[in-house]
């Protein structure tokens, strides 16, 4: 319980302008993506990792909970304080410090935008891959704290490929500079490493030495149709044996075509059984080459259309088609159970065959799109009505789904971590073994379970109430 007085303390840390219990701030810092709220007591703006300690400390004497929140736009419910206490937002935390060229290096607070970060290190022609579809929302530490992917992570990884050092506070208020600027660093236990996904739940980040590389000099994109999603998982598996690997490989299955076409018709066949947007970029030459390796991949998997973007702008419009994926696909149902399980990429045409029956089976539609290149598929369980039967039906499809994943060699989540929302699956992916480990460190480092409380081994809410149930509380 924050008590008046503890608002008081966080008051001489922070300043009081800087803490809030503000209905309207508190309702809107105690939500993400996933739109299910739990009332925080306080919201704090801190500016400093000094800051940070000692608000970490006086949590730790005073016994209240703190949950650290970047952007908000996480989809586990990572960020919402659900068991109440004070939301540490980071937003004021948000300047670029250094970028530079000569080391491929740049220094960033943890409120940094994604994209933001993005426009600035272009402008010195250099190049951040880590490119989360939620990059003009998402924060640069939200983005490590859950070990961020995005299209562009097929070629170059995601985002732990491009943390070189961290600085963060410990739950218990000790700042840790962990890691280097430089690419080689073999000096002690990679304690930076420790922090990517780690959720918010070991320490907050307070700033991050991230890895940049030069930027490609160009890049083209393609859009190729196919009469069926066999054909165009079949491409995807099959392009490793095409001696190239392209930067984003992203596959959109027929139901969300057609979401697409009912959201803001963009000209796609209704008929399609799947459509591939495929990236390549580096030196002008090279790309000419490979670009017609996609062509020529696509042909040998039957595309029924394949459009090779001229410049910047057509790229710019198929990326378009792809960006309205979310919010088309949202109307397709009344509650959309959206998650990001990972298969290796062979396995993906048995991935998509199995969400179709199982769409059948169970009668969700269960639209199927995004980053098929590293096998990360967004799958939607859509509900129609928002009744307990049909919440625990849909629970049960979800299960399913986690279960195939696992059983292809995969896991429950590739990109957007486990949260709340997903810690009832947690162990079809991790063994007893690995999740005890993962509680020894976690009790080691915050022995007062303060730092982000219910979430990865522990949820407030079953299974079948994640994504419907609000906590009940009003936060005003
Ligand atoms: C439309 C849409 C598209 C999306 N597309 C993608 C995508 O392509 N790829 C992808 O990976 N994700 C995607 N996401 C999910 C999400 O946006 C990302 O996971 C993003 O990294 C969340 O960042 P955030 O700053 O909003 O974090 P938040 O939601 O604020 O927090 C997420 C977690 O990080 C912790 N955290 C935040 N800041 C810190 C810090 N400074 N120190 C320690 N812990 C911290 C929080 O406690 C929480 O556990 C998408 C979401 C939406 C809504």
């Not at 993005?118 to 929302?137: I, N």
């Not at 600085?167 to 000790?174: K, L, Q, R, Y």
């Not at 394949?306 to 919010?327: G, N, Q």
């Not at 199995?354 to 799109?369: D, E, N």
């Amino acid at each position: 319980m924050v008590t008046e007085e503890i608002i008081k303390q966080l008051n001489s840390i922070v300043g009081p302008e800087h803490v809030t219990n503000a209905p309207d701030i508190i309702a809107a810092n105690s939500q993400d993506a996933l739109k299910q709220v739990f009332c925080a007591d306080a919201i704090v703006f801190p500016r400093t990792a000094e800051e940070i300690a000692a608000i970490l400390r006086l949590a730790n004497e005073r016994k209240f909970y703190v949950t650290a929140r970047g952007g908000g736009v996480g989809y586990t419910g990572g960020a919402v304080p659900v068991r109440g206490g004070v939301v540490l937002a980071t937003s004021r935390m948000n300047r670029i410090l250094e970028i530079n060229k000569a080391d491929l290096v740049t220094v960033v607070e943890p409120a940094v935008k994604n994209y933001d970060l993005q426009q600035a290190v272009e402008a010195h022609g250099l190049f951040y891959p880590p490119d989360p579809s939620s990059w003009k929302d998402s924060f640069i530490g939200g983005n490590i704290a859950l070990n961020a992917g995005g299209p562009r992570c097929v070629k170059y990884g995601n985002t732990k490929q491009f943390v070189l050092g961290l600085d963060f506070v410990t739950p218990t208020g000790e700042i840790i500079k962990a890691g280097t600027r430089t690419p080689k660093n073999a000096t002690g236990y990679h304690l930076e490493s420790l922090m990517i996904g780690s959720e918010g739940m070991l320490g907050v980040i307070t700033r991050c030495i991230l890895r940049l590389l030069p930027k490609p000099e160009t890049r083209r994109t393609a859009l190729a149709i196919f009469e069926t999603a066999q054909d165009a998982c079949n491409c995807v598996a099959d392009f490793t044996s095409s001696g190239i690997l392209p930067v984003a490989l992203e596959l959109l299955d027929r139901i969300s075509i057609n979401a697409i076409e009912d959201f803001e018709p963009s000209g796609l066949p209704r008929s399609a059984g799947a459509l591939l947007i495929i990236e390549v970029d580096g030196l002008r030459e090279a790309v000419a080459r490979e670009a017609e390796i996609v062509r020529e991949m696509c042909a040998k998997h039957h595309a029924i259309q394949f459009t090779l973007a001229a410049d910047d702008a057509e790229s710019e419009a198929i990326w378009e088609v792809r960006r309205k994926m979310s919010p088309a696909v949202a109307r397709t149902g009344i509650i959309k159970l959206n998650h990001d399980v990972v298969v290796p990429r062979s396995r993906i045409p048995e991935m998509l065959e199995f969400l179709q029956a199982l769409s059948a089976r169970s009668g969700f539609l269960i639209p199927t799109f995004g980053h098929a290149g590293d096998g990360n598929l967004h799958t939607n369980v859509m509900l129609q009505t928002n009744d307990e039967e049909t919440r625990k039906r849909g629970a049960a499809t979800v299960r399913e789904v986690f279960q195939k994943a696992c059983e292809l060699g995969g896991t429950i989540s590739g990109e957007h971590g486990v949260g709340y929302a997903k810690a009832p699956f947690l162990d079809l992916a991790l063994t007893g073994p690995t999740i005890e480990l993962m509680k020894v460190i976690k009790r080691a480092m915050d022995p007062n379970g303060i730092l982000n409380p219910g979430k990865v081994f522990e949820t407030p809410l079953a299974a079948y109430e994640v994504g419907f149930v609000n906590s009940g509380q009003a936060c005003c």
